[in-house]
């Protein structure tokens, strides 16, 4: 059984389709990347799992729940965390405060027992604090842990918002363009990075990306999206080689 | 340069992060404590004075610095915990539960008003707690045979277990129990801070967005924010009351309201030492202002609005020049003594302040 299956989802803002009849399933373990040109509807796709928007029509469902049951703070208790295209982080907290905020789906402890700081809650910060540093160890982030957002330079948030997802244990990961801004050795990171995601902690990856060369390097299976509807899907390699896909990127006449 | 060496992460979680700092706040505490014997009484009023406002100023930080949601209603909450604390102890309730439970009933007050209020951002929002203040005026003057109207209460004598309190003939005793509050609320905020709920305030006052993504339900945490705000609030209220030995229904005005927001930002948003740093300002500034009147123009001029002007202006120059407050001041010069001669210009980089949540849409 796939661990996310998108039926036939359709959204429309206002006159423009975003997303136009989709159908994709994403398979445990896998890694899937989406691409796509500028407007295609790829980072509607991840809103409408984040249940940020309500598809008009289609389906939804991860682990065999149906996601559209759920509404948006609910996403994050099944184990499915993301990242966003334009960095979304606590600009005015460490990055230790960050990544802790990623172990807020874990939270066991009351108002009250937090207002007293119950010994219960002083064990659960523990934990998360152990759980955190891990990452904090896996992502290199030991010279940042206590610096302010604020000041931090571009390719370490991108760093830092992975690391914020993956503190939050999910078992399906979506990355909206985890390399866009960054170095060519910060993409050759992000690279061994996502491959040691899916590898050794055995979690699902579904990202968009307009970088190829990282899309084919570690995906397993490519969907090419235009104007919200599915292209072409297939390996890397099958899905550059598609000439709808040709057309699309460079235009008529190019095939 | 102070450097620390930690062993467990536990040293992160501690109330006091070294030894340096316990040794601090330990000489702090013991201070405060010998103040009475160390000051006369007018200046021991006086620092009352400033403890209650740092209550106050506490409340409403952690409501605007921490969770991001801007107020300008607290006086109305000011006014209900002095209300409620009077009218209970009235009932024959003792301080002892009239107190706490003025503060809890204020906090339920204010997290069933959140509601309405949860979907208005920035500036809105604080367009629409405006409200609140001029309303609690017109509250107050129908709820005349409970709340005495507009010829207002008097609070009676404090009796906890047989011991006696009151702010004129006893400001030693008064003294004690509000730095007990004070402490008492500190203590809470700190909790916070270093728990799940209070990242979670952070979280909504800097990306709803993403707080979301990570499980953050915005409403019930915004509800949450506003509840112990008004909690808090609604302690400072109470002693504020007992401060002043008397009040009605144009005690909490509008200019309360103000008065606080304006305490916290040039205290420094976000910060516990913020709401203490603009208590002092807020506390004395009309002192230092009429000795500095005083010398200028000699005693019987009066100058109408010159107070509320010069706060003004002391806040302009703030959100100018200084936008993390006073404690941010505080906060680059004393790194600069401790990296001298090391310090950098461009160390402290501008940071925006917080007043601003408006990203989801
Ligand atoms: N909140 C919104 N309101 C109105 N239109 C929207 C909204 N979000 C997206 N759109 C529109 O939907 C279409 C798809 O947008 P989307 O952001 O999903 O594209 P994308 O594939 O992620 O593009 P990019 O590569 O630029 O990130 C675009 O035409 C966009 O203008
Ligand atoms: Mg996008």
Redesign the pocket.
């Given at each position: 059984m796939s661990l996310l299956k998108i039926k036939d989802a359709t959204l429309k803002?206002?006159g423009?389709v975003?997303v136009d009849d989709l159908s994709l399933s994403v398979e445990e373990g896998e890694i899937y990347a989406i691409v796509?040109?500028?407007?295609?509807?790829?980072?509607?796709?991840f809103?409408l799992i984040s249940r940020f928007?309500q598809p008009f029509s289609g389906s939804i469902s991860f682990d065999g729940q149906n996601l559209l049951d759920r509404s948006a703070d609910q996403v994050a208790d099944l184990g499915i965390a993301r990242t966003f295209?334009n960095i979304e982080l606590f600009d005015h907290a460490t990055v230790l405060q960050n990544l802790l905020v990623g172990r807020h789906r874990h939270r066991k402890t009351s108002m009250v027992e937090e207002l007293f700081f119950a010994p219960r809650v002083r064990r659960e910060e523990l934990a998360h604090r152990e759980a955190v540093e891990e990452i904090i160890d896996f992502l290199d982030l030991q010279p940042y842990r206590d610096k302010m957002i604020a000041g931090l330079p571009y390719g370490v948030r991108k760093v830092v918002e992975l690391g914020r997802a993956l503190a939050s244990g999910p078992s399906l990961l979506l990355l909206?363009?985890p390399a866009s801004g960054l170095s060519v050795e910060e993409t050759q990171d992000m690279r061994w990075w996502i491959d040691d995601i899916r590898k050794q902690m055995g979690i699902t990856v579904l990202m968009?990306e307009?970088d190829m060369g990282l899309v084919s390097s570690v995906s397993d299976r490519v969907l090419a999206?235009a104007d919200?509807a599915k292209l072409a899907e297939g390996t890397p390699a099958q899905v550059q080689a598609d000439p709808a896909v040709i057309e699309a990127y460079l235009g008529a006449g190019a095939v | 340069m102070r450097i620390q060496f930690k062993t467990s992460y536990n040293d992160d979680i501690r109330l006091f992060p070294d030894r340096w700092t316990l040794g601090v706040y330990t000489t702090l505490l013991v201070m405060a404590f010998a103040l009475p014997l160390l000051i006369g009484e007018f200046y021991l009023g006086e620092v009352t004075n400033v403890l209650i406002w740092a209550i106050a100023g506490l409340g409403l930080m952690l409501l605007t610095g921490q969770a991001g949601q801007v107020s300008l209603g607290h006086a109305a909450f000011l006014a209900i915990g002095c209300y409620t604390n009077t009218i209970l102890i009235e009932a024959g309730l003792s301080f002892i539960l009239a107190f706490p439970l003025a503060g809890v009933i204020t906090g339920m007050v204010g997290a069933i008003i959140a509601i309405p209020a949860l979907r208005l951002h920035g500036i809105y929002l604080a367009i629409a707690t405006i409200a609140l203040s001029i309303l609690a005026d017109d509250i107050i003057v129908l709820l005349d045979p409970w709340t005495g109207g507009v010829s207002g209460k008097f609070p009676d004598m404090i009796t906890i277990f047989g011991l006696e309190i009151e702010r004129w003939s006893m400001p030693t005793r008064f003294y004690y129990l509000v730095l007990l509050v004070t402490i008492l609320c500190t203590l809470f905020y700190r909790n916070l801070l270093r728990s799940p709920l209070g990242r979670a305030f952070a979280a909504v006052r800097d990306s709803e967005v993403s707080a979301t993504a990570m499980g953050v339900h915005i409403a019930r945490t915004k509800t949450k924010a506003f509840g112990l705000s008004c909690m808090i609030t609604g302690w400072a209220g109470a002693l504020m009351g007992y401060y002043a030995g008397a009040f009605n229904n144009e005690t909490f005005s509008l200019v309360i309201s103000i008065t606080l927001l304006m305490m916290i930002v040039i205290g420094g948003l976000g910060s516990i030492h913020g709401a203490f740093f603009g208590a002092v300002v807020v506390a004395f500034l009309p002192q230092v202002l009429s000795i500095l009147k005083g010398a200028v123009l000699g005693g019987g001029v009066a100058i109408p609005g010159l107070e509320t002007g010069v706060f003004g202006m002391i806040l302009i120059l703030f959100i100018l020049f200084e936008p993390m407050g006073i404690y941010g001041r505080w906060l680059k010069i004393r790194t600069w003594f401790e990296l001298f001669p090391f310090a950098r210009k461009d160390m402290f980089r501008r940071q925006k302040s917080y007043l601003k949540t408006e990203r989801l849409?």
């Open positions: 803002f206002g423009v975003a796509g040109p500028n407007g295609a509807g790829k980072s509607t796709v809103n928007y295209q909206d363009e968009v307009h999206l919200g | 849409r």
